[in-house]
């Protein structure tokens, strides 16, 4: 019988940042994963480390995982780059948004700059005339997630983490779980299985959804800065049943990483011909020079998402030693080492550093 202070399900970059956190603390932990490390959701992220406002508590969590990433390891390794972020606005409507997202972003203590046309111009000629302005901020970056969930495993391994590669959990039993060779693991348990989640936990709904993902050839400094669109939010959070909204990443390889879509309610992983029309569309309207590069992988893959947009972060009501932290959605890179401390916190009782009420599962089961 294996015994373990704390028993991780899922290697996506919640799960891992959780088992690392949990190490760092001096626990004894298990991580379970049966196929690659960030091999799920964190391999459909686009790994940009940005401040999404529209939700105080998304806000919060995110701001506060911001801080952690100033100390992650390897940033070499992992391709993190400090890019910085210009949100586009297209029109004086969208120009608009401006002042208030500085001002929500500055009460969380972020700093942010606004830009007009010719500022916009000379930051990015590439972007198409005629854009109103927008704003900068410049300390945000991207980072490779597969690489980023890669290294917290290794950082785990080096302080002691036991990785089951390779193993499903089959069942949940109070006090652990049990693997898919029968072997019996006891401990306190933290399902991390992003879309998989009601699997163990039927309670708890999540839904995945599908997003396309494109990376072009080399191009070193064509685009400087991570771009998108001041409606991103409209796509990010809206209930259509399908979405675009522009967003480039420059990538350390020279390589430019072109989204986003989302689709509610498709299960087939192929790549759609017609959503990868729309996005290239999009990005064709900001970024026209782009009509000229070459595309030498589009993916997809399916992030986990909840019915109010947060994600689940504590103990799992009516059940003794058993936590959740998923659904992420498409959030999951920036607030993954965020969501490892406050679950450490809630797990060893100490008083978090932000309020972890917005994101208890006890708001969808009581």
Known sequence: MSTFDLIVVGAGM??????D??????????????????????AAAMGHLVAMDEDPAELALAA????????????????????????VARDDAELARVGPKIARLAAAGIRAEALDAAQLHELEPQLVAGLAGGLRVEREAVVYPPRAARSLVDRACARGLRLFAGRRVDARFEGGVRLDDGERLHGPVLIATGCAVPTLLPGLPVRPRKGHLAITDRHPGLVRHQLLELGYADSAHGDAASSVAFNVQPRPTGQLLIGSSREEHVDDPAVSALMLKRMLARTLEYLPGLHALRAIRVWTGFRPATPDGRP????????????????HEGLGITTALGSARLMMDLLLGRSPAIDPAPYSPSRVVP
Do not use: Q
Request: hydrophobic content about 45%; some cysteine.
């Open 14 to 19: 919640v799960g891992v940042a959780c088992a």
């Open 64 to 87: 506060y995982s911001l801080s952690l990433w100033e100390d992650f390891p390897n940033p070499k390794a992992t391709e993190f780059s400090r890019c910085g972020t210009i949100w």
């Open 312 to 327: 689940y972060l504590g103990a799992v009501p009516g059940a003794r030693d058993l936590w959740v932290a998923a659904g």
């Open 21 to 42: 956190a949990a190490c760092a603390e001096g626990l004894k932990v298990a991580l379970i994963e049966p196929g690659p490390i960030g091999g799920g959701a964190t």
